[in-house]
């Protein structure tokens, strides 16, 4: 008891003694109060810096991943490849201005007239063709911290996005489920040994260079949807495939009217997953009315992270998400983890590429090919033989 009686003591003492020292201070030296606040005030100066320093960091890595990124995934002769090749070396620069005070009025960095300018405001910095009101229009590209560069086609200010030149570097794939089989009361095979894609549908013809006559690389077959419906095609079409060797991946077609986990399980029992095929697929194409009708979109996107978990603890390799682009830019767009955490494979019937990173583009509905006789879904992958073997090095079903 004694010696916490002394401590208190002690400690009121201190106390007494640190109170007084700071009174004695201001009375006997009146600009202490003065110097310390100069203090004070330089050391929040100099966390404020040192926050913005950070943060100038990070938009500077940000803006060189983005560049990166593209880089990675074109060639030379792709369009707009130069430009971004040029600026890649300006990061610093575009930075600097960025972090400048001067963002809410436009400046012009390039001395040519118009309508080929750079700029940069606060909305962020643009580079390419204009028309004359100086918004963008025709090709160029558009970069902004934290948010995905932009490059392609714009219209009056608007952004349509990139349109490619389709090549036989160029890897390209097909699904295919029970309509490659029936039409009517029609049945059909397919010459698994004729196999060649020879049109690439309506929207993207007109941008192949030559004439079209590409190699299948891939083939994703329809296993089931919902948890009772099963594609009856699909046993032997991937036993085919592979014994054509073919690189195959099986898709479940999501249904709003049961359960995620069961659809998964459903799926999980039908599909085969041997060593070196493709990421199992989630096929996900519900309607707005659908989506309302099972409970909103908070629960639709609950529903996917589920049948995404067991599909991928029971395979060992996180499944890809399959949607189109309205899908992307309504639902995605609050669901990160989704949207960044997986492949991404996206319907887009257009000659503009998906406004957004991903593995396939399926870019029309409406192709041929040789050795099926109805229409086939084409698919074409984000970038090279770089990139694509580097796919199947390290994406594969262990």
């Known amino acids: ?109 390039d001395p040519r007239p118009l309508p080929s300018i750079n700029t940069i405001d606060s909305t962020g910095y643009y580079s390419g063709m204009t028309d004359d009101e100086g918004l963008p229009h025709g090709f160029g590209f558009f970069i902004k911290p934290f948010k995905d560069m932009q490059v392609g086609t714009w219209v009056h200010g608007k952004y349509k996005g990139e349109r490619l030149q389709f090549t036989p570097e160029r890897i390209y794939g097909i699904d295919i489920a029970r309509y490659q089989h029936e039409k009517g009361k029609r049945k059909f095979g397919i010459n698994w040994n004729a196999l060649r894609i020879t049109h690439l549908g309506k929207h993207n013809q007109q941008n192949v260079k030559g004439e079209a006559d590409y190699p299948v690389s891939f083939i994703y077959i329809k296993a089931t949807q919902g948890t009772t419906v099963t594609n009856n095609y699909y046993a032997a079409d991937y036993k085919a495939a592979r014994k054509h060797g073919y690189h195959v991946g099986a898709y479940h077609f999501y249904s709003t009217t049961s359960g995620a986990r069961e659809q998964a399980r459903h799926f ?41 978990k067991v599909v991928e603890e029971a395979v060992g390799i996180k499944p890809i998400i399959y949607v189109n682009q309205s899908f992307v830019n309504k639902y995605l767009a609050d669901a990160p983890d989704l949207k960044r955490g997986y492949f991404i494979w996206i319907a887009r019937y257009s000659e503009y590429k998906p406004d957004v990173k991903i593995c396939w583009w399926q870019l029309s509905a409406t192709g041929r090919v040789r050795g099926i006789q109805s229409e086939v879904d084409i698919n074409v992958f984000n970038g090279y033989s770089d990139q694509w073997e580097d796919f199947l090095s390290h994406e594969l079903i262990p």
């Open 1 to 109: 008891m004694q010696d916490k009686v002394k401590k208190f003591i002690i400690y009121l003492a201190t106390a007494f003694m640190a109170a007084f020292a700071g009174y004695a201070l201001t009375e006997t030296y009146p600009g202490f109060n003065a110097r310390h606040n100069r203090l004070s005030a330089l050391q929040e100066l100099v966390n404020q810096r040192k926050q913005r320093t950070d943060s100038i960091l990070r938009c500077q890595q940000d803006v060189g991943s983005e560049l990166a990124y593209y880089l990675l995934r074109h060639r030379p002769s792709d369009e707009g490849f130069s430009m971004i090749a040029n600026y890649n070396s300006l990061n610093d620069s575009i930075i600097r201005a960025f972090k400048e005070q001067q963002l809410n009025t436009i400046r012009r960095h």
């Open 268 to 308: 999980l029992k039908t599909a085969k997953f041997s060593t070196g095929d493709f990421p199992p697929v989630f096929d996900v194409e519900p309607s707005d009315a659908q989506i309302k009708a099972m409970g909103g979109k908070d629960k639709m996107l609950n529903e996917m992270r589920t049948w995404l």
